[in-house]
């Protein structure tokens, strides 16, 4: 066991958010529970307050790498959507806003549809969601009578498949690009099957490399200034990029913001024109990420670094 106050580095928890309840409350909990001095502590992409699963959340400046693992790694979920009802949020926990028969489908067509997903796809967000408009919520907008409808943007489908069907109901496993919202991918589905529809489960099983399986649920969150600091994940465990081991001539470079040139790759590991590294000094305490570019490692965020 150690104590909350000897965590100094970026660590990120992966927590398995059980359906019905939100994940800023998640976060909360978990920051109470870690006290003062564990540093500002958020999640890495929401999930709706009925939906399960995976849910990342990072301490001491971990979530700087927000927009990395978004653009890095697909998330998957399994969905369950149902047909013949559509509903305002596109959930369970929405009210019903349109009722439809809904056809006798077979198994060939439904897949055929699902398929035709596949790749880029354009899709608007859900008025019922966190898109921002005006720097608030479109659901806090809906929630006072406005309905804000953005603009469809452009998502990746990298794999869906059908999973389970039965009379008005479809389980299907689907990798998305970050932003893709599943609700309205379901409602996109069910139009296109003639129908219309709202989703009734939802699990977030992976982001990347990090998956529902591993996830600590909630019996062994951390509850109180102590606790097991092996459930806490370094940035290096999470994203497995090559790692280069600064010098001590290099190490102060870096340190006072300038490129630097490559001393070692550990595992004999090689990098080409664009590639990331985690960069450490001789002890493997993390300095932050850097990128190539000319020969020289270029610095995309740094942690605070006290020399020891």
């Given at each position: 066991?150690?104590?909350?106050?000897?965590?100094?580095?970026?660590?990120?928890?992966?927590?398995?958010?059980?359906?019905?309840?939100?994940?800023?409350?998640?976060?909360?909990?978990?920051?109470?529970?870690?006290?003062?001095?564990?540093?500002?502590?958020?999640?890495?992409?929401?999930?709706?307050?009925?939906?399960?699963?995976?849910?990342?959340?990072?301490?001491?400046?971990?979530?700087?790498?927000?927009?990395?693992?978004?653009?890095?790694?697909?998330?998957?979920?399994?969905?369950?959507?149902?047909?013949?009802?559509?509903?305002?949020?596109?959930?369970?926990?929405?009210?019903?806003?349109?009722?439809?028969?809904?056809?006798?489908?077979?198994?060939?067509?439904?897949?055929?549809?699902?398929?035709?997903?596949?790749?880029?796809?354009?899709?608007a967000p859900p008025i019922f969601s966190a898109?921002?408009?005006?720097?608030?919520?479109?659901?806090?907008?809906?929630?006072?009578?406005?309905?804000?409808?953005?603009?469809?943007?452009?998502?990746?489908?990298?794999?869906?498949?059908?999973?389970?069907?039965?009379?008005?109901?479809?389980?299907?496993?689907?990798?998305?690009?970050?932003?893709?919202?599943?609700?309205?991918?379901?409602?996109?589905?069910?139009?296109?099957?003639?129908?219309?529809?709202?989703?009734?489960?939802?699990?977030r099983e992976s982001i990347g490399p990090m998956?529902?399986?591993?996830?600590?649920?909630?019996?062994?969150?951390?509850?109180?200034?102590?606790?097991?600091?092996?459930?806490?994940?370094?940035?290096?465990?999470?994203?497995?990029?090559?790692?280069?081991?600064?010098?001590?001539?290099?190490l102060k470079l870096y340190s006072h913001g300038?490129?630097?040139?490559?001393?070692?790759?550990?595992?004999?590991?090689?990098?080409?024109?664009?590639?990331?590294?985690?960069?450490?000094?001789?002890?493997?305490?993390?300095?932050?990420?850097?990128?190539?570019?000319?020969?020289?490692?270029?610095?995309?965020?740094?942690?605070?670094?006290?020399?020891?």
């Open positions: 066991m150690e104590s909350h106050s000897t965590i100094k580095r970026p660590f990120i928890l992966n927590i398995y958010k059980p359906s019905g309840v939100g994940s800023t409350k998640v976060v909360a909990r978990i920051k109470r529970a870690l006290g003062k001095s564990v540093k500002k502590i958020g999640h890495f992409g929401t999930l709706d307050p009925f939906a399960e699963g995976v849910l990342l959340i990072g301490g001491n400046g971990a979530c700087r790498l927000n927009d990395f693992l978004h653009e890095r790694y697909p998330k998957t979920y399994l969905a369950t959507g149902k047909l013949g009802i559509k509903t305002d949020t596109g959930d369970l926990e929405g009210e019903s806003i349109e009722e439809c028969e809904v056809l006798k489908l077979t198994e060939s067509k439904i897949s055929e549809v699902l398929n035709s997903f596949l790749g880029e796809y354009m899709q898109t921002k408009h005006q720097g608030k919520a479109l659901y806090q907008w809906a929630r006072e009578g406005v309905q804000v409808k953005k603009e469809p943007v452009k998502r990746t489908i990298h794999s869906i498949e059908l999973v389970e069907h039965n009379s008005d109901t479809i389980i299907f496993r689907v990798s998305v690009s970050t932003g893709t919202y599943i609700r309205t991918l379901f409602e996109d589905i069910a139009e296109k099957l003639g129908s219309v529809g709202h989703l009734i489960g939802l699990k998956k529902y399986t591993e996830s600590l649920s909630e019996s062994v969150w951390p509850d109180s200034e102590d606790f097991d600091s092996s459930s806490f994940l370094t940035l290096q465990d999470c994203f497995q990029i090559p790692e280069l081991v600064l010098d001590d001539l290099e300038n490129p630097v040139e490559i001393h070692r790759i550990s595992m004999g590991d090689t990098l080409s024109e664009g590639d990331m590294a985690w960069l450490t000094d001789p002890r493997g305490e993390l300095l932050g990420l850097g990128q190539l570019a000319e020969g020289k490692m270029t610095s995309c965020f740094n942690f605070p670094y006290t020399p020891r």
